[in-house]
């Protein structure tokens, strides 16, 4: 299966810092990993408070990716191996990370995300092999 690293999903991180600011950013799923790049910006006036920040999770450090569909909107679970690895995200609580996806970015993020847990569930098989292997 194709990666497409220049395929990306809007996403948005509410209620950083008690709901003042919040993240938005893009999704890419590439060989690697999971890429998250994003800014805060203020809840109330849109203004930027950061520069963007890009943070790559690496299929090692990822445990599970969940799609959650609803009526108005999705969600995109990312379960880490450790909260370290996601300290650096905003609202990341207990090694998962949470981001809202838009109704009309629904489909195309479902689909990216296919792509990701099938590039996960690999990564796992080869692990299990090179554990194997060993024996």
Request: cysteine-free; charged content about 30%; aromatic content about 8%.
């Amino acid at each position: 299966m194709p990666y497409s690293s220049s395929r990306s999903i809007p996403f948005e991180i509410p209620n950083v810092t008690h709901g003042l600011h919040l993240a938005k950013g893009l999704l890419k799923v590439k060989k690697e990993g999971i890429e998250l790049e994003y800014e805060i910006q203020d809840a109330f006036f849109g203004i930027t408070t950061t520069g963007v920040q890009t943070v790559l999770l690496s299929y090692e450090k990822i445990q599970e990716i969940s799609f959650k569909r609803g009526w108005f909107s999705a969600k995109i679970i990312i379960e880490a191996n450790s909260m370290k690895d996601v300290k650096e995200i905003p609202q990341a609580e207990h090694a998962s990370v949470t981001l809202k996806i838009k109704r009309k970015h629904r489909d195309e993020a479902e689909n990216i995300i296919s792509t990701a847990r099938v590039k996960l569930s690999e990564q796992k098989l080869d692990r299990l092999n090179e554990d194997n292997a060993d024996y």
